[in-house]
């Protein structure tokens, strides 16, 4: 298939919600340097940090204007000088290269963000499988040490990041306690596999977790919300349990009582996956190599709650900002395999 010399893409031409920032444009399609690959989107799933982008608030800050849309399912139709981990025609998953992201037809690639889809997903979860899922196994697995039979306690449960660690929880052999807004992402939480799901809506995570561990805690508490969701999360913490600070998706950044933590003998443990591309891609390469296992076997499966097309972008991300969506939004192109 010949490459066009233009391409439509999402702008953020001025910073704002998702549904203001956003301009259709066509510009040019992106050309490979050193060690990068230009590809054909197939799929790119909508993350909170193309939100927090948009807005302005995020820790990567790209000039304007740029295209958000980091997470892709995308098919190798350039390799630059010194690519050698992708070919022409392979379909890949990864990270884009901003300014060139995946709300486009085309978007640029570095290579040591690429990495093979698995051939047992669709377009739309092979978008899927890299932040959330990645962030999870690694917050469980190298940084909590999750052990078969353990307590897991998720909250933003029936969200993108928590769809993930209930799945991966369930893989380890935990025992996985959901926590939801609401009934209709509490009963998604359930296909999801939870043993337990609570809607804090309705119910006190706290009083729900200690009946249910017949007063132990959650061993490992996996927190995207922040706040006083984390405070609250120390009252329900298992003696030696590890709390996995993820993000703060609630807009309010707690503080933490150390003092606290040294009486009930738990850990607070940070996660922030990004630097692990950096400061340790071997590991990165290591838990994509098992995420394509498990995938493969069945016992992770990425659930795309809404697939849409280019023109749907700026709606479906204002939904995420939102807090109205439940498992992943995709943006899929026609003739993927979705």
Partial sequence: MPIP???????????????DALQLVER???????GQVVVRVLASAANFPDVLMCRGVYQVKPELPFTPGREVCAEVVVTGPGVTRAAVGDRVLGLTTLPYGGFAEYALMDQDKVHQAPASLDDAQASSLFIGYQTGWFGLHRLARIQPGE????????????????????????????????????????????DLVIDRRTQDFVEQVKVFTGGTGADVIYDPVGGETYQRSTKCIAF????????FAGGEIQSASLNHALVKNYSIVGIHWGLYNTKNPAAVDECHRELTRLADAGAIDPFVSERFTLDGVPAALQRLADGKTVGRVVMEHAGSNG
Wanted: without cysteine; charged residues 20%.
């Fill in 240 to 247: 030696e349990g590890r709390i996995i600070v993820v993000g």
């Fill in 151 to 194: 307590t897991l306690l998720v909250h933003a449960a029936a969200g993108g990041v928590g769809s993930a660690a209930i799945q991966l929880g369930k893989a380890a052999g935990a025992t996985v306690i959901g926590v939801v807004g609401g009934e209709a992402k509490a009963e998604y939480a359930r296909k999801l596999g939870a």
């Fill in 28 to 34: 040019a399609v992106p050309e490979a340097g050193e």
């Fill in 5 to 19: 010399s233009t391409l439509k893409a999402w702008s953020v031409t001025e910073l704002g919600e998702p549904v």
